[in-house]
């Protein structure tokens, strides 16, 4: 009488895994952080991203940025970058510019700014402070408020007083618990009189706002720096809409008024950019580095693969008597190749779901970091991170699993016997 003998590869598979638990623990580990870094480093990505998008959007989305530039670099490029870093001035843009675009029908407002650093003492306390030189309209357009005392005035600016607005960090470091309101700090070898301190803002793009001195822009440019030009315009606009005519008309009223060429924007010594320019340009800058790092942190799991091939190559070899059994009682090829296929999709898949369990874990440990160091760090985790970890999983079991499955497939149950014993 026949009787047939049924084979259930993933039955055998589970079997043979629990019974070499220790060897399937390290098989499984070496997947598992894999995941985990690709996890935690989308998540990272994509929360820095949001982060730094946020941040942006509260200098207020109705807003068009001119900044100066080199000539004969882009607005994004790194050499325009290296240029402005290692000292080169451009010197052609002027608070007479920012009075001319004023006059672009889309603009409602629009101030002017100058960055410089100077020694601020008071009391005996000495400290290296950045300065922020600005038209009084700042406070207007920017979404930073006062707390105690106020802004500087128009006229104010065009006096060339000497008044401060303290960063809610400056005001706490130079006096504490003290008043600053009408004290007088020194800046550089100037005396100034603070008429307010500014509300907490926070970092916005790794700018700590807080630690500024406000100033008028003429004063610092007069009084402080001896220049006559400013680093960057930015122009409130009554409509989003017309952002992009907007800041067409702004290139060309500033190419005429500085005499270049309508038809070469690389001789520009100015870059225009709007909020929605901006935006699109870090999603790009986040998305290229998001994809960089994940290409690193795959590497970990190609290296998990290659261990799970190593493991799969011994398990066959180790268990070639077994085969050779098997074969002989009726099991055909199928069932000893998805045997240890199965083995390796049990195990990748297992790698996944601790990997993607322990990468959300981490990124959320380190969005609570961020967060308790001041940074607004969301935990992000997309859909794309969960396929990614059951795709990549499933891809390496199959792909590195087929090679020993194959090869434990081909033995000869007559040779596989004899070797074996």
Known sequence: MNR?????????????LRRNKVRTL??????????????TVMSAGKGL?????????TFGT???????????????????????????????????????????????DNYASVLGQEIVSFSGEK??????????????IDASTVSVGRFFSDDEDKSLVNVAVLGNTVKEELFGDEEALGQLIKVGRQKFKVIGVMAPRGSIAFFDLDNFIYVPVRTIQKKLMGIDHVVAITNQVYSQELADQTAAEITALLRERHDLASNNPDKDDFSVTTMAEALEIYATIFGAISLLLSAIAGISLVVGGVGIMN??????????????????VGAAKNNILWQFLWEAIVITFLGAILGFVLGVVLSLLLSLV????????????????????????????????????????????????????
């Open 4 to 16: 047939t003998i049924k084979f259930v590869p993933l039955q055998i598979a589970v079997h043979a």
């Open 26 to 39: 390290l098989t499984v580990l070496g997947i598992v952080i894999g995941i985990m870094a690709v996890i």
């Open 49 to 57: 991203e949001a982060f730094v998008v946020e941040q942006i959007e």
């Open 62 to 108: 109705d807003v068009i940025q001119v900044e100066v530039k080199v000539p004969n670099t882009g607005k994004t490029s790194t050499a325009n970058a290296i240029g402005i870093a290692q000292g080169i001035q451009i010197t052609t843009l002027t608070l007479a510019d920012a009075e001319a675009l004023k006059k672009i029908p889309n603009i409602k």
């Open 127 to 140: 400290k290296q402070i950045m300065l922020w030189g600005a038209s009084a309209s700042f406070i207007d």
């Open 311 to 328: 493991i799969m190559y011994v398990s066959v070899a180790e268990r070639t008597y077994e085969i050779g059994l098997r074969k002989s």
């Open 370 to 421: 961020a967060t308790g160091l001041g940074f607004g760090w969301p935990l992000v985790i997309s859909p794309s991170s969960i396929i990614l970890a059951i795709g990549v999983s499933l891809a390496i079991g199959l792909g590195f699993g087929v090679f020993p499955a194959l090869a434990a497939a081909r033995l000869d149950p007559v040779t596989a016997l004899r070797s074996g014993k």
